[in-house]
């Protein structure tokens, strides 16, 4: 959706973006909210993603519940809708923002349905120099690849060993403001920035209130917490089961704190070798 959001809301996004950065001054290690890039100092703090944005400051949890975004995702997976905890801005600064190699989300978040989306919206112009996310058309309908590196889960498919083929993926250029939405099946992936410009997209998930996460990937002790996070509709205590693939996200990543952490254990890395044009 071109330009969804503009003015006063684009402004406000990446001012509280700026802000949040700027805390990473002084930091030495990865925080709840904060994971750094593998160049980072605290002299010259680097980071790579805001982690559960809507934990990390007010204006984040107000926007997920927007009626641009909700009212998109109703006809795809209906009245009643959920934002699951884990969502993200991903920051790939100018020069070594870093890359994110092939996954399936549905790998790290099954659930007893798979209406179950996720939401980017644009911070930065986003075109093929700067390392734009890309997507596999149709395979959100195919296989469920495996995720895992020396028998742990590690969050991103190794193309060579899988015989998965990514040619047809396409790049996805669009203006600041502008929305995306892609099932969690769907295979995407994205390259290192190494333009003169950064490139930043917030990203949030959102599922059907009745579709119930799998094997504790999504505590639901607390079920006040877990019904806060309904942003449209009501929730339900009745999961709608469906026949659908899963691989579960066990056992868990060597490295835990992001995609990035879980995606250091992969061996044969793509986008090691993937020539990105540059400016």
């Given amino acids: 959706m071109p330009e969804a959001f503009s003015g006063r809301t684009l402004a406000e996004l ?10 990473a001054y002084g930091l030495r290690d990865h925080t709840d909210i904060l994971d750094l890039e593998e160049s980072h100092t605290p002299d010259c703090p680097r980071v790579r993603r ?44 100018a020069g070594y923002g870093s890359p994110v190699e092939w996954h399936q989300d549905w790998a790290f978040y099954p659930h007893t349905n798979q209406d179950v989306l996720a939401v980017g919206i644009l ?3 986003m075109d093929r120099n700067n390392g734009p996310l890309m997507f596999l058309p149709g395979s959100h309908k195919g296989p469920i690849y495996d995720h895992h590196s020396d028998g742990a889960f590690c969050g991103a ?18 203006t600041a403001g502008s929305m995306t939405v892609h099932h969690a ?37 607390n079920m006040e917490e877990f019904n806060s996070r309904i942003v449209h509709g009501q929730p339900t205590l009745q999961p709608r089961m469906e ?9 868990i990543a ?14 044969s890395r793509y986008f090691e070798k993937f020539e990105a044009p540059v400016e």
Avoid: C
Wanted: aromatic share 6%; hydrophobic share 40%; proline share 6%.
């Fill in 50 to 93: 805001i982690k559960r944005p809507h934990l990390a400051h007010p204006f984040y949890n107000e926007l997920a519940r927007n009626e641009t975004i909700t009212s998109t995702l109703e006809p795809l997976i209906g009245r009643n809708i959920r934002l699951r905890p884990a969502g993200k801005i991903n920051m790939k600064a």
């Fill in 254 to 267: 060597k490295f835990q704190g992001s995609i990035y952490e879980n995606q250091r254990t992969l061996e």
């Fill in 14 to 23: 990446r001012n509280v973006t700026d802000r949040i950065v700027e805390s």
């Fill in 157 to 174: 498919i190794d193309v060579e060993s899988s015989g998965l083929d990514v040619s047809g993926a396409i790049e996805v250029h669009a």
């Fill in 185 to 221: 099946r769907l295979i995407h992936g994205s390259a290192l920035n190494r333009s003169g410009r950064q490139r930043r997209i917030l990203l949030y998930e959102y599922a059907a209130a009745d579709a119930w996460p799998l094997a504790g990937i999504e505590s639901v002790a």
């Fill in 243 to 251: 026949d659908v693939p899963v691989r579960m996200p066990l056992p």
């Fill in 123 to 125: 911070l930065d112009d």
